[in-house]
C-alpha cells in the first residue's frame, strides 16, 4: 500500500517566519502534487512537479521533488495570514488513474 | 475552461433515508472523475472513481454507489445513510499536465450531517 506521510500535522507561527512543510513515501512517484485547502471548500491545486531534484516557484512558496521521487516539500517565505489553510501532498504513478493523498499539514498563520 | 459544480452545498438527512449527490463538469470531455469523503480537518479517502460512462470503481465497501449516467456527470447515492456517512464529500475530475502526469480539480464539496 502506498503511503504519504506529512509532517508536522500542525504549525502555528508568526506573520513573517519562513517555515518548510515535508511530504515523505517510502513508493516512487512519477508526479507529485501539493494543494491547499481552507475550510468548508476543495482543495486547489497549487503545483504539480514530476522530475527528481526539480523545484518550483509560485511567488514565495518553493516545492521540492526528491531526487529519488519519494518525498518533497514546500517552503513558504515569510509567511502571511492568507497562506493558513490545510495543505495536501498527493502522488501519482502511472500505472492506474488515482492519486494517494497525504493526511496534510494544518498550517495556521498569526498576524 | 474547465469547471465543476457540486450541489447541495450543506445537507442534513436523517438515518435511514436516501441520499443523492450530484457533480458535472463543463468544458471538457471523458474526464476521469472521482468522489472523495473527507473526515473532519483531514485527509481523503477515495470512494469510487470512474473513466467512462457506466463504468465505476470502488475503493472502499460500503453502503454508498455511485453512478455515470452521462459523461460529465458523476454521482454519488446511498439507499439508507448511515450516521457514520457523515462528512464532507467531494467530487473532483483529472486532467492530463504535463507529461501526461495528473493534477484534480476539486467541486466545492458537499457537507453532509446524518442526524
Known amino acids: 500500500t502506498q503511503l504519504l506521510e506529512q509532517s508536522p500535522q500542525f504549525l502555528s507561527i508568526q506573520e513573517g517566519e519562513n517555515l518548510t512543510v515535508y511530504c515523505n513515501s517510502s513508493s516512487v512517484f512519477s508526479s507529485l502534487q501539493w494543494y491547499r485547502q481552507e475550510p468548508g471548500e476543495g482543495p486547489v491545486l497549487l503545483v504539480t512537479v514530476v522530475t527528481g531534484g526539480e523545484v518550483k516557484k509560485l511567488k514565495r512558496l518553493t516545492f521540492q521533488f526528491g531526487d529519488a521521487r519519494k518525498d518533497s516539500s514546500l517552503h513558504i517565505t515569510a509567511a502571511q495570514p492568507g497562506d493558513t489553510g490545510l495543505y495536501l501532498c498527493a502522488g501519482a504513478t502511472l500505472r492506474d488513474d488515482k492519486i494517494i493523498f497525504g493526511k496534510g499539514t494544518r498550517l495556521h498563520i498569526l498576524p | 475552461s474547465q469547471t465543476i459544480h457540486q450541489w447541495p452545498a450543506t445537507l442534513v438527512q436523517p438515518v435511514g433515508s436516501p441520499l443523492s449527490l450530484e457533480c458535472t463538469v463543463e468544458?471538457?470531455?471523458?474526464?476521469?472523475l472521482y468522489w472523495y469523503r473527507q473526515a473532519a480537518g483531514r485527509g481523503l479517502q477515495l470512494l469510487f472513481y470512474?473513466?467512462?460512462?457506466?463504468?465505476i470503481s470502488s475503493e472502499v465497501p460500503q453502503n454508498l454507489s455511485a453512478s455515470r449516467p452521462q459523461d460529465r456527470q458523476f454521482i454519488l447515492s446511498s439507499k439508507k445513510l448511515l450516521l457514520s456517512d457523515s462528512g464532507f464529500y467531494l467530487c473532483?475530475?483529472?486532467?492530463?499536465?504535463?507529461?501526461?502526469?495528473?493534477?484534480?480539480?476539486f467541486g466545492s464539496g458537499t457537507r453532509l450531517t446524518v442526524v
Open positions: 470512474s473513466v467512462g460512462i457506466g463504468q
Open positions: 468544458g471538457t470531455s471523458n474526464p476521469n
Open positions: 473532483a475530475w483529472s486532467g492530463i499536465y504535463a507529461l501526461g502526469h495528473y493534477g484534480y480539480t
